[in-house]
């Protein structure tokens, strides 16, 4: 205890990543400072150890995401503000009189919900928002970072809509994206067959084998699944006649469309993205002969309706990397100086916006 | 049992409209002569009072539809081919010995599955391809005729994806098709609210009135539909701030997506028709923050499922009629004379199809 209340003694400033209003991020976030506060008898402070960068939190700051958090004076008096990010691992640096029986310092955790705003140093809040997590189960910092969002998704999408069997095949469009090599790592334990799209691209072959090493069975570019009359001859070879039973969809548009003609009468196609950024059009026909049944995945609201699932299934995936069924997704590690000036602290998190691969923030303290 | 049996001991000549390969219905359909068989013990003998011209039909012989009748040398010797149609009511003029306890001569019936040929005047077959039905609950032999597909499908569309309590809203597309108005009476009864497209054209404001009158609530055109910023201030005051949980679509394409946005969060769209010939495009967000579910509904599939559920909505519906919270939908009869020569029998169905409005044909026989 007298670790973390040393700590804070000293009245530390935090530095948080914020905005005030929507917009282009790199216009609207802003480094606030503000003191770490010391917690009450019920509550945790707690120090960012990792926090992604997720598309979700970009779509927040622009305004266009249906979940966003509140705007509070909490940390600006002046104009309200709100702290950005979403995911994130942190280390207990001093714990409530209270609630020392359950909580030390040195504790890893991540976040039990969202908009709590993780792109920051220092946070003070109610254990209930916090999950509990082991160091030890993750390879890196960057595997519990990551926890939260995208293999809690990749294991819903292949485990929600239907009940798959081992042997049974589904089939997925942008294969490549961490969701989608989570869920080719999930798939491989649970014995699950998988037919992958990627987008067509001059290192098709070389992705096609890194798919195949994390667990595809086979994967083809979008130009190949266009090619029909080939497809409807490959499809069936490949499956034995036991056509996919589920799709899982992040690209929409055409490819969507195209991959649904393959899948089995009666399946489910679960969409969780639209990088194409084009709707999703469906024959009628798939609709009402092939009885095709489409709806989407949103893990934000699944978590805020079953919040108590929601904290097993993270524990679950935690188990997943310690028994190496999950591996880190192939990410790009940004550096952030937690004591750095405002405008230092701000530009790794600027420069990062935008730019290509999946970013996770690693922050460094000076003691 | 004289009755029946005399008749066929003539050595009578029953008529259908049969076809031997798919094509343009016009060039296709012929009409064949065949005796009228003796029924076996366990067999009836029936003859047709009124069948239907619905769409499938149309696409069944234009071989464009996924169900479809066996062609068989049954009534043809030479070449085989099968009789169009699929619903129709009949009344038994021949009973089985093994089968005299249950049925008689006189007694009307539906057909419990598709494609046994509905378009012709006499059929020996087995009872469990029958419904039996009471002549008395129907106002019209065209409201028994048209018994077993557009008031099943509509009664399943209301039921089968979403559990609406009274005072619920829905909303549909093309809500003048005539399962469309089957829904507005049903939905009377049940005490739903519905706010029901139809399209813009002259005589749009008495088809309001008329779709008023079986039952909808709010019926605008889909010109109407698209204008945004008045609809998405009508339709909570409309509802009340208790959006539509069900969509039901027989439209597809703009209309179908524009109703959509429409709708409460985790609403069901089910689409049973795509009369725009456009596929549904369906926005991604609106499938995973609005989390509305796609899916078709096909009464032939079901049937073939659930047979002996089928039967019990047939009955249902068969009640609805008796009690009035059904009535004849808006129908053309055509009359066929069921001695007419071949050339004289085939011309009343080959100027109905394709013909504007539904048509019932009604057999007149001379004993």
Redesign the interface.
Known sequence: MAFGATRIARQMLGRAIAYSEYGNPKQVLRCIQYPVQHCSPEELTVRFLASPINPSDINQIEGVY?SRPSMTTDLTPNTPSAVAGNEGVVEVIDVGSSLRDRWEPGQWAVMSTTNLGTWRTHLTTKPENLIRVDQYAFHNVQEAASLTVNPCTAFMLLHSAVKLQPGDWFMQTGANSVVGMNILQLARHFGYNSINIIRARPDAESLKERLRQLGATYVITDEELMQRSEMKKLVPKWTENNPPKLGIDCV?GRTA?EMSKYLANSATIS????MSRQ????????????????????LT?WKDEQPSKFRDLVIQMQEYYRRDVLHSPDVDLVDVDANAEPADFLKPFTDSIGAHGKKVMLFHYDN
């Open positions: 249906p929409s469309t969409t969780y993205g639209g709707p999703l059009g469906i024959p009628v026909s798939l609709l009402i002969f092939k009885d095709l049944r489409f709806h989407g995945f949103w609201k």
